[in-house]
């Protein structure tokens, strides 16, 4: 079975760093781009971050520009996402997804081949 799963989430407080993680299962990332995605409540899905397949190209939001690094290891078939100075918007359910090579469709924002079920991060004091 074809998987993603995202992990790392939890509640932190603002200031604090966290390190979501996803992972493959059933198949290999070599060839897939991620894109890291967040949902908060009661708003739509948007796009926070994508690396291409080869590591070589990344992409943020821009209001997580500074703040959030994603990375990956193909050898661990997982790509990170490590968040800094979290802010209590930065509240969300944030799921990763993959696409073949590039990050075309994070940018469409539509035609992502896989989905994880998401982990939720909540900022708070």
């Known amino acids: 079975q074809l998987q993603l799963v995202e992990s790392g989430g939890g509640l932190v407080q603002p200031g604090g760093s966290l390190r979501l993680s996803c992972t493959a299962s059933?198949?290999?990332?070599?060839?897939?781009?991620i894109g890291w995605f967040r949902q908060a409540p009661g708003k739509e899905r948007v796009g926070v971050s994508c690396?291409?397949?080869?590591?070589?190209?990344?992409g943020y939001a821009d209001s997580v520009k500074g703040r959030f690094t994603i990375s990956r290891d193909n050898a661990k078939n997982t790509v990170y996402l490590q968040i800094n100075s979290l802010k209590p918007e930065d509240t969300a359910v944030y799921y990763c997804a993959a696409e073949r090579m590039y990050c075309s469709a994070y940018v469409l924002g539509y035609g992502m081949d896989y989905w994880g079920k998401g982990t939720l991060v909540t900022v708070s004091s």
């Open positions: 690396i291409s397949s080869s590591g070589d190209i990344t």
């Open positions: 059933g198949f290999t990332l070599d060839h897939y781009a």
